[in-house]
């Protein structure tokens, strides 16, 4: 099943169920996703754009909870937590800090990098070998330990 049909069905079963938290998420996915296929006419949406969307939004639930933790806010935190939790389900499994420190070691030994100036080209490298599989601000770290 490609993955906007799985966010649709996902949306039916929401309402069918009645969960407002998942429902209000994938809407929220839903209306990004519609913006994306907007910005990228005449050209059709792909999985890897969806996916990027996914990302994004993630990446946002994120910042926001560390944010709302710092202003001790719980209840926002807890309604970002939800929301989080219903949309890492459309992102593809993603790899552990030991898998990301062995992919980026390959590379750096591929391009011979040495220097914190080659961090560019290990970063698009280890991006495109991981293919959305890891965090960029966990790669980004673990290049820069690695090249320091």
Not at 28 to 51: C, G, H, M, W
Not at 68 to 95: C, G, I, N, T
Not at 96 to 122: H, P
């Amino acid at each position: 099943m490609e993955i906007r049909e799985k966010i649709l069905a996902d949306m039916k079963d929401a309402m069918r169920a009645r969960d407002s938290v998942k429902l209000e998420a994938i809407r929220f996915l839903q209306s990004a996703i519609k913006y994306k296929e907007v910005e990228l006419r005449p050209n059709p949406i792909t999985s890897e754009d969806v996916i990027g969307v996914v990302k994004k939004l993630v990446k946002q639930r994120k910042e926001s909870i560390e944010q709302f933790q710092q202003a001790s806010r719980q209840d926002l935190v807890d309604k970002e937590l939800a929301e989080l939790k219903v949309l890492e389900v459309y992102l593809p499994q993603q790899m552990t800090r030991d898998q990301i420190e062995n992919v980026v070691s390959q590379v750096i030994e591929q391009l011979q990098a040495k220097t914190i100036k080659d961090m560019g080209a290990v970063m698009k490298e280890t991006l495109a070998k991981t293919a959305g599989a890891a965090d960029n601000k966990t790669i980004s770290e673990v290049i820069k330990a690695k090249l320091s």
